[in-house]
Nanobody
């Protein structure tokens, strides 16, 4: 069992930055692929970024590529999402997710992820 707790959300102006953190419980964090997803009111949950179990590969949605960076610190059981040049359309609840999968690939479909956090709200004002 893995528990995920996100933090770092908040209110920021357009062009600002935020760093989200997702702390995971459990001793097997390093075997999990990690993903960040977001969901705005009235919209479906969408993939934002993912990183594989080893940290050797990462993937980003086109809408955030070049602005967001995902990373992981296995010693701290934590995955991060550095968000720069934020836009109003980035406003959403952000969720981290974990999938027990030790491959190079990263899934963009939320279905296969095994564990989810409760989410942290990011609001970007114009």
């Amino acid at each position: 069992q893995v528990q995920l707790v996100e933090s770092g959300g908040g209110l920021v102006q357009t062009g600002g930055s935020l760093r989200l953190s997702c702390a995971a419980s459990g001793r097997t964090f390093r075997r999990y692929a990690m993903g960040w997803f977001r969901q705005a009111p009235g919209k479906e949950r969408e993939f934002v970024a993912g990183i594989n179990w080893s940290g050797g590969s990462a993937d980003y949605a086109d809408s955030v590529k070049g602005r967001f960076t995902i990373s992981r610190d296995d010693a701290k059981n934590t995955v991060f999402l550095q968000m720069n040049s934020l836009k109003p359309e980035d406003t959403a609840a952000y969720y981290c997710a974990a999938e027990d999968r030790m491959t190079r690939g990263i899934r963009r479909d939320p279905g296969p992820y095994d564990y989810w956090g409760q989410g942290t709200q990011v609001t970007v004002s114009s």
